[in-house]
């Protein structure tokens, strides 16, 4: 097991991607501490039969600032220490440029900019302050390696979490922290029902019609499974990753070659 002794803190882990990564990280040996806006009962449901001497879950909205030092400092006060963060909690919306109001800036930014980059901060400092190195793994997206006409604050936050993974690598290398991403492209999970009922309404489409036009086009020929994120990010989060920082890993079947 490559995770034996570490603790993670995984954002976004009450479905999808999140919490296929913490049941990975689990069996890796960590101890974890799932955050979402869902409730504790709704996080633990997933994760019957896990040692709950290794599982801690925190109910908290992540776009108010005072709840991002309260997720290290729930961390740390259950399991003594942080080691991972797996930065993954993210809105979606999307609608014609002309249409793209304040308030869905706001929503999209605050969640997935403006507290990814503080919770980002505030673990580092925490492993800063231990000593003994750390691994931070920002979800970014195949939507911030390019603009999309109807997609552009989502876009353009997922651009921002490339380029915030970049800086903080080179900022925190000399305490050797590990800042990477990972860029899944289109994704089968609870999220993209809402895309896909957004794309229907915007595109004209019937229900379920993009979510099969997106599957297709893939070059491996579906779309991705919560599942296939796991190996990522257990690779970045180990000791296999030791001379990998500042990158960002496409993960989208070949949808996007760079």
């Known amino acids: 097991m490559k995770l034996v002794n570490k603790v993670a803190v995984i954002t976004g882990a009450g479905s999808g991607i999140g919490q296929a990564v913490a049941l990975g990280y689990l069996a890796e040996g960590a101890s974890c501490l799932l955050v979402d806006i869902k409730t504790d009962e709704e996080l633990l449901a997933p994760f019957t039969g896990v040692d709950t001497r290794r599982l ?34 993210a809105v979606f919306d999307m609608g014609p440029f002309l249409d793209e109001s304040w308030d869905a800036y706001e929503r999209i930014f605050a969640v997935n900019v403006r507290s990814m980059f503080f919770l ?28 999309e006409a109807l997609v552009a604050h989502y876009c353009a936050s997922k651009a921002a979490v490339i380029s915030y993974t970049q800086s903080a690598a080179l900022a925190l290398a000399k305490d050797r922290i590990n800042v990477n991403g990972i860029a899944p492209g289109v994704v089968d999970t609870p999220m993209w029902d809402k895309v896909d009922s957004l794309f229907a309404r915007y595109e004209n489409l019937a229900p379920g019609e993009k979510k099969r036009q997106v599957g297709a086009a893939v070059p491996l020929g579906r779309m991705g499974a919560s599942e296939d994120f796991v190996g990522a990010a257990v690779f970045l989060a180990s000791k296999d990753s030791d001379y990998v920082t500042a990158q960002t890993l496409n993960v989208d079947g070949g949808n996007w070659m760079s």
């Open 56 to 89: 801690s879950t925190l109910s908290t909205d992540l776009s108010s600032k005072e709840n991002l030092q309260a997720v290290v400092n729930t961390a740390v006060e259950r399991f003594g220490r942080l080691d991972i963060l797996f930065n993954n909690a």
């Open 120 to 147: 980002m901060q505030a673990a580092a400092r925490q492993m800063v302050e231990q000593g003994e190195g750390g691994r931070i793994i920002n979800m970014a997206s195949q939507a911030g390696r390019r603009g």
